[in-house]
């Protein structure tokens, strides 16, 4: 302990575990599950809902597209949008390209290092876009209903994977069942919101800014923030769980 503060991973490595909590834990996992397949596909469609209000407020025009299989027995109709064509304006993807590597460039000698494979991420996902249009399509690789595919597919194997990151990690701790299912709540809820608001997001930047972008997006505002809100929200509730257990002598070493 440094001034009276637990670490909280290396507090829990000591904690006690308990068995009863993780098999509580993997049958709550279990039921989550299957009432996503159960209930996915209205669970998807009231996803598209709400991010039809965000693309209304972003002021993106759309229209319902073609209806892709996201699970066996669960299907969800897909959003269309339009995109920014870069055929008036060829010069657009050339300038951004320069622009993102001249950040890249500057930030290498000013941001910290943790930050500085994602400065260069950014121009190297502009030039493999380019380099695309160039050979294959002008286009790009993606249609707003193909990403909105790809968004739904990661999306909902997330959430079938969610529940089994606390079921393991905090269920087993001897800790309030409010904080087990409240964490185990505000996590899948945040999941939900937080997705409806990326791919409203994404759509609104195809529309403005075209297919240029999308990768990176894909990659920030897809891979790269689902780590992020994970460890997060795991890691607070584990620091939860730290002093709870150590107000009440459950930690021993």
Request: contains cysteine.
């Amino acid at each position: 302990m440094h001034r009276g503060i637990i670490i909280p991973h290396k507090s829990l490595r000591h904690s006690i575990f308990h068995w009863n909590g993780l098999l509580a834990g993997t049958a709550v996992a279990a039921c989550l599950d299957i009432f996503l397949f159960a209930k996915g596909e209205s669970l998807l469609a009231f996803h598209s809902r709400v991010t039809e209000f965000f693309l209304l407020v972003a002021e993106v025009p759309w229209e319902a597209g073609r209806t892709a299989t996201i699970l066996p027995g669960v299907d969800v109709g897909l959003l269309r949008t339009g995109f920014l064509q870069y055929e008036p304006d060829s010069i657009y993807p050339w300038f951004s390209f320069a622009i993102t590597c001249a950040i890249a460039l500057v930030g290498y000698y000013r941001w910290p290092a943790l930050v500085r494979p994602l400065l260069f991420l950014v121009p190297f996902s502009l030039g493999t876009s380019i380099l695309y249009s160039q050979l294959v399509s002008v286009n790009g690789p993606y249609t707003a209903e193909y990403f909105g595919a790809l968004w739904y597919h990661g999306e909902t194997y997330l959430w079938l994977l969610l529940p089994w990151i606390l079921a393991i990690g905090i269920f087993p701790l001897c800790v309030p069942w409010t904080l087990k299912f409240g964490s185990l709540a505000l996590l899948l809820a945040y999941s939900f919101l937080w997705s409806c608001i990326r791919l409203a997001t994404a759509l609104a930047t195809f529309y403005y800014l075209g297919s240029l972008w999308m990768p990176l997006f894909y990659f920030l505002f897809g891979f790269f923030a689902d780590f992020l809100y994970i460890i997060a929200l795991y890691s607070v509730t584990a620091d939860r769980a730290a002093v709870w257990m150590r107000s009440r002598s459950e930690v021993w070493e």
